[in-house]
C-alpha cells in the first residue's frame, strides 16, 4: 500500500505541476515528461521539448494563459499509468480586449523508469468553452470554424498568432473513443 499511495503521489505532482507553464518555469517544466514525451493539444503537436520552447515564445506574447488542474483519476498496471485530470484554461489576449474559458481534460500515459514517473503522452479532450471579454464586449467572427468545444479557445489562439489546425476530441466523440481505447491498449501493452 506504502508503494501505491507514493505512485500516486508522484502522478498527482505531475498533473498538479502543470503550474510550472503558468509561472514560466521552463526547466521545471521539462522534467513533467520523459525526453521522448509528445504532446497533442489545440495549437502544439510534437516533442514535448519543443512545447516548451513554444510555451515560453507565447509567454514573451500579448496572450496569457492560468491552468486550473484537478486531481486525476489513474489507472495503474505496472511501471504503467493512465490518467485523466479535469483542467480549465483561462486564456485572454489584452491587446484583442478578448478572452477565453475551455473546460477539457488531459488524457495522459505515464511510465516509471528508473524509478521516476512521467508522462510520456499528453491528448486533451475538450469539453466546453466560451468567450469572456476582460474589457467590456468586443466584435467576434461568429463563422463556426470549430467545433463549439473549443471554438472560443482556436479563435483566440488563432488571433493571438498561434493556428489551430486539425481536429481534436471533444466529449463523447468518436476521436475521444479513440485515444481512450489506444491509451487503454497501451497501458496493457498490447499495442
Same mark, same amino acid.
Given at each position: 500500500?506504502?508503494?501505491?499511495?507514493?505512485?500516486?503521489?508522484?502522478?498527482?505532482?505531475?498533473?498538479?505541476?502543470?503550474?510550472?507553464?503558468?509561472?514560466?518555469?521552463?526547466?521545471?517544466?521539462?522534467?513533467?515528461?520523459?525526453?521522448? +514525451?509528445?504532446?497533442?493539444?489545440?495549437?502544439?503537436?510534437?516533442?514535448?521539448?519543443? /512545447?516548451?520552447?513554444?510555451?515560453?515564445?507565447?509567454?514573451?506574447?500579448?496572450?496569457?494563459?492560468?491552468?486550473?488542474?484537478?486531481?486525476?483519476?489513474?489507472?495503474?498496471?505496472?511501471?504503467?499509468?493512465?490518467?485523466?485530470?479535469?483542467?480549465?484554461?483561462?486564456?485572454?489576449?489584452?491587446?484583442?480586449?478578448? +478572452?477565453?474559458?475551455?473546460?477539457?481534460? /488531459?488524457?495522459?500515459?505515464?511510465?516509471?523508469?528508473?524509478?521516476?514517473?512521467?508522462?510520456?503522452?499528453?491528448?486533451?479532450?475538450?469539453?466546453?468553452?466560451? /468567450?469572456?471579454?476582460?474589457?467590456?464586449?468586443?466584435?467576434?467572427?461568429?463563422?463556426?470554424?470549430?467545433?463549439?468545444?473549443?471554438?472560443?479557445?482556436?479563435?483566440?489562439?488563432?488571433?493571438? +498568432? /498561434?493556428?489551430?489546425?486539425?481536429?481534436?476530441?471533444?466529449?463523447?466523440?468518436?476521436?475521444?473513443?479513440?485515444?481512450?481505447?489506444?491509451?487503454?491498449?497501451?497501458?496493457?501493452?498490447?499495442?
Amino acid at each position: 500500500m506504502d508503494s501505491y499511495l507514493a505512485d500516486r503521489r508522484s502522478i498527482d505532482d505531475l498533473m498538479i505541476g502543470w503550474i510550472r507553464r503558468d509561472l514560466a518555469q521552463w526547466d521545471s517544466m521539462r522534467e513533467l515528461f520523459h525526453p521522448d +514525451g509528445v504532446i497533442e493539444i489545440t495549437w502544439f503537436r510534437g516533442l514535448f521539448t519543443d /512545447f516548451v520552447d513554444a510555451s515560453a515564445r507565447m509567454g514573451e506574447s500579448d496572450l496569457r494563459t492560468k491552468h486550473v488542474i484537478t486531481s486525476p483519476v489513474v489507472t495503474f498496471r505496472g511501471d504503467r499509468a493512465v490518467a485523466e485530470t479535469n483542467a480549465m484554461v483561462v486564456a485572454e489576449n489584452v491587446a484583442l480586449k478578448l +478572452g477565453c474559458l475551455s473546460h477539457n481534460r /488531459f488524457l495522459d500515459r505515464i511510465e516509471k523508469r528508473d524509478g521516476i514517473w512521467k508522462i510520456v503522452d499528453r491528448r486533451s479532450i475538450y469539453d466546453m468553452g466560451s /468567450f469572456t471579454f476582460p474589457c467590456g464586449i468586443v466584435d467576434i467572427d461568429t463563422t463556426a470554424k470549430y467545433p463549439p468545444e473549443y471554438a472560443a479557445l482556436a479563435y483566440l489562439l488563432d488571433r493571438s +498568432g /498561434f493556428p489551430v489546425t486539425g481536429a481534436f476530441a471533444t466529449k463523447g466523440s468518436d476521436l475521444e473513443a479513440t485515444i481512450k481505447r489506444s491509451a487503454q491498449l497501451w497501458l496493457e501493452d498490447k499495442q
